[in-house]
């Protein structure tokens, strides 16, 4: 059974930094897609990054320049440094798991509010004052 597992959220103030951790585990492929969310009450959740079986990262758009995305030790890791946080990151952050998704699915899927993505983690909480 596929698992998820994140890591590392926290508070810290405006212009901050994180670093979020990813873990999966429980399937015999070398690598899935992994993917990076967040979500805040009332808004539809949002992409942030991911990582494709062959190693492709995407990142969206609203977090580009800020926002980094790595594969960790593992190949089914996947690490997100958040840079120069601001009140609007402030969300809970998941990770999850494309187990059907290949090298461009998983990179639209950030676009796509996660839909494809079968596998979920709890989420860690990011809060960022000023």
């Known amino acids: 059974q596929v698992r998820v597992v994140e890591s590392g959220g926290g508070s810290v103030q405006v212009g901050g930094s994180l670093r979020l951790s990813c873990a999966a585990s429980g399937y015999t492929y070398s690598s899935y897609c992994l993917g990076w969310f967040r979500q805040t009450p009332g808004k539809e959740r949002e992409g942030v990054a991911s990582?494709?079986?062959?190693?492709?990262?995407t990142i969206a758009d609203s977090v580009k320049g800020r926002f980094t995305a790595f594969r960790g030790s593992g190949d089914n890791t996947l690490l997100l440094k958040l840079n120069s946080l601001q009140p609007e990151d402030t969300a809970i952050y998941y990770c999850?798991?494309?187990?059907?998704?290949?090298?461009?699915?998983?990179?639209?899927?950030?676009?796509?509010?996660?839909?494809?993505?079968?596998?979920w983690g709890q989420g860690t909480q990011v809060t960022v004052s000023s």
């Open positions: 990582i494709s079986p062959i190693g492709t990262i």
């Open positions: 999850a798991v494309c187990t059907t998704c290949g090298d461009s699915a998983c990179s639209a899927g950030i676009t796509a509010s996660g839909r494809d993505f079968n596998v």
